[in-house]
C-alpha cells in the first residue's frame, strides 16, 4: 500500500488539501495517508518550520502532496530569523527530497479561454509541460566569486545530470502527445551543446518513438506566447527554465489553476504554484483545482497510475466548466467544486 504523505500547511493549504485527499480517496482506495506538520503551524506547534515528527515521516514516503505555507505580510512569522519562518521549511522539505526535475503543466482549460491574457485563438488548446533541471546549474555550482570590480557564476553540467532530468521528459511525452523540444543556447555556451548532444543520444538509445527538436531559450521567450501550441513537452536547465515556467505560468489566467511535481530518485512532491493566499484563508472559496491536479500529478509520476491521473483530469476540466470558484469569476465554493470532480469522476466519459 502506497503511502502518501499530507503537509497541509498555512493559509488555504488545509483547504485546499483536504479537497485534494478527498479525490484522492475516490480513486485510489488502497493508498494510506499520513498528516503532518509543516511551516507557520508547524513552527508554532514545536518551534520548528519543519520538526522532526515531519522528517521521519517523509523518510518512507511514496509521495508528498503539500499545500502551501506562509502567512499574511503582517504576520508575526515574518518577524522571526529567516530559519524559523514557514518558507525556510519548504526549503528544507525540498532539499530533503533532492528532486532534480520540477514539472509544470501549463494548460489552458476549455471554456477558461477568456481569463487568459493571449487571445482566444492564441490560449485555445494550449497544453504544455515544462520539465526544469531543479538541482544543477548557475545557481548553484559552487565556483562562484564576487571581489573587487570582478563577479562569476559558473553553468556546469554532467552527462548524468543530463540525463536523469532528459529522462522524466520523455516519460512524460510518452504518455502526452510524443513530442519533445529541448531548450538551450548551444549557439554560445558550451554547457548547452553538451546539454544538446547528451539530451540527443538519449533519445536515440532509448526514446526512439519521441519526437526531438532544439531551441534557442531566446526564441522559446518569443514563441511560447506568440504561439503555444507548438509545444508538448519543454525540457531544459535551472535558470532557462525559472524563467520560462514564469512566464508561461501568466497563459492560463488564474493561480488557482496551476498544479506541480518536483520529481527525484525518491518520494516526489506534488503542491499547487499558489501562495498561502491569507486574504481568503478560512473563508471557503479557495479554488481547489491546483491542488487536485497535483494530487493527479502525484498519481501519474509519482505512482505511475496513469488511468486514475486521467480520471482526475477530466474531471477537472468538467467542473471547471460548470462550477467555476470565485477567482475565475464564478460562484462555486470549495466544497461545491469538489463536488462536482467527485461527481464528474463517477459519471461515464
Ligand atoms: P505567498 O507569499 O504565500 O506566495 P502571494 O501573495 O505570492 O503569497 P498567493 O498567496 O498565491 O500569492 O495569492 C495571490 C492572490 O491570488 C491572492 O489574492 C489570493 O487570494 C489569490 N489566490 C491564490 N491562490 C488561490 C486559490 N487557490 N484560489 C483562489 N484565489 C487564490
Ligand atoms: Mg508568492
Given at each position: 500500500?502506497?503511502?502518501?504523505?499530507?503537509?497541509?500547511?498555512?493559509?488555504?493549504?488545509?483547504?485546499?488539501?483536504?479537497?485534494?485527499?478527498?479525490?484522492?480517496?475516490?480513486?485510489?482506495?488502497?493508498?494510506?495517508?499520513?498528516?503532518?506538520?509543516?511551516?507557520?503551524?508547524?513552527?508554532?506547534?514545536?518551534?520548528?518550520?519543519?520538526?522532526?515528527?515531519?522528517?521521519?515521516?517523509?523518510?518512507?514516503?511514496?509521495?508528498?502532496?503539500?499545500?502551501?505555507?506562509?502567512?499574511?505580510?503582517?504576520?508575526?512569522?515574518?518577524?522571526?530569523?529567516?530559519?524559523?519562518?514557514?518558507?525556510?521549511?519548504?526549503?528544507?522539505?525540498?532539499?530533503?527530497?533532492?528532486?532534480?526535475?520540477?514539472?509544470?503543466?501549463?494548460?489552458?482549460?476549455?471554456?477558461?479561454?477568456?481569463l487568459s491574457p493571449l487571445k482566444p485563438e492564441l490560449a485555445r488548446g494550449v497544453d504544455i509541460l515544462i520539465v526544469r533541471e531543479l538541482l544543477g546549474g548557475v545557481y548553484f555550482d559552487q565556483d562562484r566569486k564576487i571581489e573587487g570590480d570582478t563577479a562569476y557564476n559558473t553553468m556546469r553540467y554532467t552527462t548524468a545530470e543530463v540525463e536523469r532530468v532528459a529522462k522524466v521528459a520523455f516519460w512524460a511525452a510518452e504518455q502526452r502527445r510524443g513530442r519533445v523540444t529541448s531548450v538551450d543556447k548551444a549557439n554560445v555556451l558550451e554547457v548547452s551543446e553538451l546539454w544538446r548532444r547528451d539530451v540527443t543520444a538519449l533519445r536515440d538509445r532509448d526514446y526512439r518513438n519521441i519526437h526531438l527538436n532544439h531551441e534557442y531559450v531566446d526564441s522559446v521567450a518569443m514563441l511560447i506566447v506568440s504561439d503555444p501550441s507548438r509545444y508538448d513537452v519543454i525540457v531544459t536547465e535551472n535558470l532557462f527554465g525559472d524563467i520560462l515556467s514564469d512566464l508561461a505560468a501568466v497563459i492560463p489566467g488564474s493561480l488557482g489553476l496551476m498544479p506541480s511535481a518536483s520529481l527525484g530518485d525518491g518520494a516526489g512532491?506534488?503542491?499547487?504554484?499558489?501562495?498561502?493566499?491569507?486574504?481568503?484563508?478560512?473563508?471557503?472559496?479557495?479554488?481547489?483545482?491546483?491542488?487536485?491536479?497535483?494530487?493527479?500529478?502525484?498519481?501519474?509520476?509519482?505512482?505511475?497510475?496513469?488511468?486514475?491521473?486521467?480520471?482526475?483530469?477530466?474531471?477537472?476540466?468538467?467542473a471547471l466548466r460548470e462550477h467555476p470558484t470565485p477567482d475565475l469569476g464564478g460562484k462555486a465554493d470549495t466544497k461545491t467544486f469538489t463536488r462536482a470532480v467527485l461527481n464528474a469522476m463517477g459519471s461515464p466519459s
Open positions: 500500500m502506497p503511502k502518501i504523505v499530507i503537509l497541509p500547511g498555512d493559509g488555504i493549504g488545509p483547504e485546499v488539501t483536504a479537497a485534494a485527499v478527498e479525490v484522492l480517496r475516490e480513486v485510489a482506495p488502497d493508498v494510506t495517508f499520513e498528516e503532518h506538520a509543516i511551516g507557520g503551524g508547524a513552527y508554532d506547534q514545536y518551534g520548528d518550520p519543519l520538526p522532526p515528527i515531519t522528517r521521519d515521516a517523509l523518510a518512507d514516503a511514496d509521495a508528498v502532496l503539500l499545500g502551501t505555507v506562509g502567512g499574511a505580510h503582517n504576520s508575526p512569522w515574518n518577524l522571526l530569523p529567516r530559519p524559523l519562518r514557514p518558507e525556510s521549511g519548504l526549503l528544507a522539505l525540498r532539499k530533503l527530497l533532492g528532486c532534480y526535475a520540477n514539472l509544470r503543466p501549463v494548460r489552458v482549460q476549455p471554456g477558461l479561454e477568456h512532491l506534488f503542491e499547487p504554484i499558489h501562495g498561502s493566499a491569507p486574504d481568503i484563508a478560512g473563508k471557503g472559496i479557495a479554488n481547489p483545482a491546483a491542488a487536485i491536479m497535483s494530487a493527479g500529478m502525484l498519481l501519474r509520476h509519482g505512482l505511475k497510475r496513469s488511468d486514475a491521473a486521467n480520471q482526475i483530469d477530466r474531471a477537472v476540466a468538467l
